[in-house]
């Protein structure tokens, strides 16, 4: 059970915009940087944004991201159907025994 | 660009021990700047960090795991590797090597292209 909870499922049509939230705590998003992955299907994840809100010098600048005391959002600009993937955050967890790295739950984008 | 290869038996039997090898071709394992990790991802399902290693050994592991894991490094070959002892079905899985910064922010980039791993007897 991830302690990154992400929405199942997000939908838009072509064109259009749409925002992942990924909610955690105090001891992960709270304090640590997130990073965010894209997994087409069939595929290895492949980053993002990381460090909150930086984007790899590849990334297309439709892709943002932010961070917002414990919860973190994706924002996905001129949604197109190369977009359809499953789409993770990450970010390392603090807490006294248990600190690891650990993966959101994931949000597969449907583009309508 | 770099490229990260994972290798290994594509299946296992249970309550055996699992083992898989990850090359870098073309880059160099052995920098303090880079941390190098285990990622892994049950079919249909998300992903769990393993754990990571520095080119001097020094070692991360998820507590869920820990104790049934062992990730060593060779500089000499320029790879890492993965031993995930006792499995079970439920380690049947893609497993994905990746690079991460040593630093406070973590992030994995670039990532192998997986390999999937079968616990059955």
């Known amino acids: 059970q991830s302690v990154l909870t992400q929405p199942p499922s997000v939908s838009a049509a072509p064109g259009q915009k749409v925002t992942i939230s990924c909610s955690g705590s105090?001891?992960?998003?709270?304090?640590?940087?997130v990073s965010w992955y894209q997994q087409l299907p069939g595929a290895a994840p492949k980053l993002l944004i990381y460090?909150?809100?930086k984007r790899p010098s590849e990334i297309p600048d439709r892709f943002s991201g932010s961070k917002s005391g414990t919860s973190a959002t994706l924002g996905i600009t001129g949604l197109q159907t190369g977009d359809e993937a499953d789409y993770y955050c990450?970010?390392?967890?603090?807490?006294?025994?248990?600190?690891?790295?650990?993966f959101g739950t994931g949000t597969k984008v449907t583009v309508l | 660009q770099l490229q990260l290869q994972e290798s290994g038996p594509g299946l296992v039997k249970p309550s055996e021990t699992l083992s898989l090898t990850c090359t870098v071709p073309?880059?160099?394992?052995?920098?303090?700047?880079?941390?190098w990790g285990w990622i892994r991802q049950p079919p249909g399902k998300g992903l769990e960090w393993i754990g990571s290693?520095?080119?001097?050994?020094?070692?991360y592991y998820n507590p869920s795991l820990k104790s049934r894991v062992t990730i060593s490094v060779d500089t000499s070959k320029n790879q890492f590797s993965l031993k995930l002892s006792s499995v079970t079905a439920a380690d049947t899985a893609v497993y994905y090597c990746?690079?991460?910064?040593?630093?406070?922010?973590?992030?994995?980039?670039?990532w192998g292209q997986g390999t999937l791993v079968t616990v059955s007897s």
């Open positions: 990746a690079r991460h910064p040593n630093s406070s922010g973590w992030y994995f980039d670039p």
């Open positions: 290693i520095s080119y001097r050994g020094n070692t």
């Open positions: 460090e909150n809100n």
């Open positions: 073309g880059g160099s394992i052995s920098s303090s700047s880079y941390y």
């Open positions: 990450g970010t390392w967890d603090s807490s006294l025994s248990t600190a690891s790295y650990v």
């Open positions: 105090s001891s992960n998003i709270g304090k640590n940087y």
